[in-house]
């Protein structure tokens, strides 16, 4: 099967053909998947370089122009690195544009920590108006990434990965899906992890979410399925674990809920290996999860990972 | 925005040191009192081709404050040349003020960006050139305005190294040079720019006839720096 980052460039390179606004920046991440829409649109595919600060500086004068900026790199460079210019050059200048990142959590878990950002959607919490998309399949995200640039000059975040479930469901940019009822709990699955949950949640009685977009936070859904189970919600996130807690607990405020929140550690693991190895290694394989899931819903203790 | 002519009286190079005194209550204000006062006045007065009412206008010239601190200067020529009100000078700072210690371009009408954190201006005038030249807006040009202090931040030198070689020919930038940047040497800010390709000149920052010939000279496939030196900030 071909990656999310596999239909990046196919995917906007069709939307630079189509609409005029639409402008490409890199940070010399992805140049090659964008030659030839380069060579058609010289003007508007742009690489400058290993120049994080420049990405998002230059991609805020687009917008300030009247263009879509559509800017790519790896999640640690275009997130973290950056963040300031994140905050101000797009925030504070009150323009918007869409970041598509690359490598999640640890998709490249030989390259180690500093090819990590299992925190990208955390510090973009720290700011206010951003839209989430965190797909789940390849076809999710091309949908995603279509929605994303056509929404108008909103701030939005497009995080692509090499994890990945087996089908796509039919996302729309916005609401949370239900893909199983129960009455015993609440579990959501965040983009790639719902085909862990699925596994880990078979035999349970419990209602199974499953979003792609994140934020803004689909609390509607989750009222509505803690009123038909009970409040007891299991957040199954690939990045930072507790990312979502407290948009869950806002969304269930005037109503008794626990919530636990699963996803990436915060401790370092300074371990390189294979994506499984880590997945396993923040208690996010189908195993870890069930255990930590009935423990948490049966009142017990439950062990903390990472 | 609307002018009507009962309100707008001509303001001259010598109404702003009693602008300045609306927001700082200081009459007292000499040139000397800011370092970037010769440089806005000269591109308000005589480079840029941007008014009140074309301050929307796609084809206009885009004047980036990068330096934001101490932005008196700044607000008093945006008031002499019609963009902000005269009578919004005395709130300067305060809670329903549109103009801050640092200026905001969603407040200030003809502000193109806000500016305050050193370093982010000349990226976006980057991005801004890119854009205009992607849509086919030749004529407008773009100016940044930094000091030299701020060119400590590295923002900056990912802005430069990547302009020259890229040819942005429409994009300038204006380096107030006070000599407060720290571990600064003789002639290292022009030659930073030019070894990335840029066209530069040094001049007088308080000469108004300098400053207008270096800002105006033709500088074709390479984007232009002007170091406009002023009296040292700690002498």
Known sequence: MD????????????????????????????????AAAARRHPDRVINVGIREQLLIGAGAGLA??????????????????????????????DVGAVLVSAAASFDWPAGGYTHMAPGDVALLDTLDGWTVHVPGHPDEAETLLRHAVAADDDKVYVRLSAQANARALPVDGQRTHTVREGRRGVVVAVGPMLDAVLA??????????????????????????????????????????GTSTAAANDALADVP???????????????????????????LDPRS?????????????????? | ????????????????????GLMTGDEKHGPAATSTLDVLWVLYDRVLRVGPRSARDPGRDRFLLSKGHGPMAYYAVLAAKGFVPVDLLPGFGSYDSPLGHHPDRVLVPGAEIGSGSLGHGLPIGVGTALGLRAQGLDEPRVWVLVGDAELDEGSNHEAIAFAGPAGLDRLHTVVVDNASATHARPGGIAARFEAAGWSTATVDGRDHAALYE??????????????????????
């Open chain 1, 3 to 34: 990656t999310m980052r596999d239909r990046f460039a196919p995917v906007v390179s069709r939307l630079l053909d189509e609409d005029p606004r639409v402008a490409v920046v890199l940070a010399a991440i992805g140049t090659d998947s964008f």
């Open chain 1, 64 to 93: 300030l122009t009247g263009l879509r900026p559509v800017l790519h790199t790896f999640a640690s460079f275009l997130v973290e690195r950056p963040f300031e210019q994140v905050k101000l050059d797009l925030g504070h200048q």
């Open chain 1, 200 to 241: 880990a949640t078979e035999g349970l009685d419990v209602t199974v979410l499953y979003a792609a977009t994140v934020r803004p936070f689909d609390a509607a859904a989750l009222r509505r399925a803690a009123e038909g189970a009970a409040a007891d919600v299991v957040l199954v996130e690939p990045y930072l674990a």
């Open chain 1, 257 to 283: 809920h626990r919530v636990l929140g699963l996803g990436v550690g915060r401790r370092e693991l300074r371990r390189y290996g294979t994506l499984s190895e880590h997945v396993s290694a923040h208690g």
């Open chain 1, 289 to 306: 999860l069930r255990e930590r899931i009935t423990g948490f819903l049966t009142g017990g203790r439950v062990a903390a990972h990472g």
């Open chain 2, 1 to 20: 925005m609307t002018t009507t002519t009962e309100e707008r009286r001509t303001y001259g190079y010598a109404d702003l040191p009693r602008l300045m």
């Open chain 2, 214 to 235: 270096a800002l105006t000279a033709a500088h074709p496939g390479r984007p232009r720096v002007v170091v406009a030196r002023v009296e040292p900030k700690y002498s």
